[in-house]
């Protein structure tokens, strides 16, 4: 049985090589996140407020979320390769703008009767970029994920992830266990120093984006949506390195410059994934402490690590320019 998230980190931190961590600027970025908090910048508001996520309002905001984070992985290309877009985005939101197209166009996408037999061509169709060239990464592996998906959903949840969401009786525990057990390829794991390891970013993302469009109400309701951790993928790291939170070594800084890429449970991965896991779940600590020290209420299930994440890959896309400098790992792979 693999440690969660949060033991996973940890257990990695304690025997890392290639990464360190700063403890003082995690003190820092605190700081920076409490007064964000304060000014209502950090919010759970923040993910209906965009214009290609639905509101609570919308019936199929539910099954809109789980398919999203079905597919939501890999959006870089190897070397100079143009990035895919769709609608002028890139990456995460031209996956929304993509799915939403195909909504509008009539494309029933987001039932499981019609995606669990989806084929390529079909799939390709509906995430076709705009210049009608470039193709999304991995598109063979995005089908095989909704196809295993839908079947599991029809076969046993009556074609409903909210039915999953009911099972679980508003525990995020409880509901990310369900996710890695019944839909393997959301089972982000690894062996790290002899043992068995999870980050489980999109399980836990899953849960994080239900829980923001529904505002810790409804189906987004989870007396304990403080222990999700942050989504460790490949952008976060950049911003914890830009605030001096995490540094690579030398030699690992050296071999990220060559644009070489990993295999899919190198150490040196998961060495910054669980360094991201640890640090962000250290800040969120810190900023606990400064609303105690302040003598205000801390609403714990309110201030997560799903709203730090938010913020850190928020801050990565409105200054890409500033932080490109700053090489990411790169691994072609469903997990994250």
């Known amino acids: 049985m693999a440690l969660n998230p949060r033991e ?11 990464v360190k961590i700063h403890y003082n600027n995690i003190e820092k970025l605190a700081q920076t996140v409490y007064k964000k908090i304060k000014e209502k910048i950090i919010s759970v508001d923040n993910f209906s407020q965009h214009e290609l996520h639905p509101s609570d309002k919308d019936i199929h905001a539910i099954d809109w979320i789980f398919l999203i ?15 895919w877009k769709v609608n002028g985005q890139t990456g995460y939101f031209a996956l929304c703008a993509a799915i939403n197209r195909a909504i509008k166009e009539g494309v ?5 009767k019609f995606y669990s ?3 390529e061509e079909e799939l390709d169709k ?13 598109l063979e592996a995005r089908v095989n994920c909704l196809r295993e998906v839908g079947l599991k959903l029809i076969e046993k949840y009556d074609g409903k992830f909210e039915n999953c969401i009911k099972l679980c009786n508003n525990s995020a525990q409880k509901l990310l266990k369900l996710i890695v057990d019944e839909f393997p390829c959301f089972r982000d794991e690894a062996i790290y120093c002899g043992k068995q390891v999870s980050f489980y970013k999109r399980a836990q993302i899953l849960i994080g984006d239900i829980w923001s469009c529904f505002r810790g109400k409804n189906y987004g309701e ?7 951790t942050m989504f460790a993928d490949y952008r976060v790291p950049q911003v914890l390195v830009h605030f001096g939170t995490l540094e690579y070594t030398e030699e690992l800084l050296n071999f990220l410059k060559t644009d070489k890429l990993l295999n899919a449970g190198d150490e040196r991965e998961q ?5 991201s896991i640890y640090i962000v779940e250290e800040l969120k600590k810190n900023v606990w402490k400064l609303f105690e020290e302040n003598g205000e ?17 928020d801050y990565r896309r409105k200054n890409a320019k500033e932080l490109e400098f700053i090489p990411f790992h790169k691994v072609l792979g469903i997990y994250y």
């Not at 996973?8 to 290639?18: C, D, F, G, L, R």
């Not at 984070?69 to 990035?83: E, M, Q, S, V």
């Not at 060495?271 to 360094?275: H, P, S």
């Open 8 to 18: 996973s980190a940890e257990y990695i931190v304690k025997n890392v090589k290639h």
């Open 69 to 83: 984070d079905t597919l939501n992985f890999c959006f870089w290309t190897p070397g100079n390769d143009t990035k």
């Open 108 to 112: 029933d996408i987001t039932n499981p």
């Open 117 to 119: 037999k989806i084929s």
């Open 126 to 138: 509906i995430l076709r970029s705009d210049d009608g060239i470039i193709k999304v990464p991995l």
């Open 222 to 228: 989870f007396n304990d949506i403080e222990t999700i």
């Open 271 to 275: 060495e910054i994934r669980g360094a």
């Open 297 to 313: 209420n801390i609403e714990k299930n309110i201030v997560n690590s799903i709203l730090l994440d938010h913020f850190l890959w």
